[in-house]
């Protein structure tokens, strides 16, 4: 049950992570392309 928890855990935080990372690039893109 415990190891099922932590596993859990990972998958949340690299999700976030991820979900995270994809904003920074997505706002990064949406200014680059409005100053071109």
Known sequence: ????M???VDL???GMGF???FLVILV???TF???L
């Open 1 to 4: 049950m415990n190891d099922l």
């Open 6 to 8: 932590s596993q859990a």
């Open 12 to 14: 949340m935080i690299a």
């Open 19 to 21: 979900v995270f990372a």
């Open 28 to 30: 990064f893109a949406t």
């Open 33 to 35: 392309m409005s100053k």
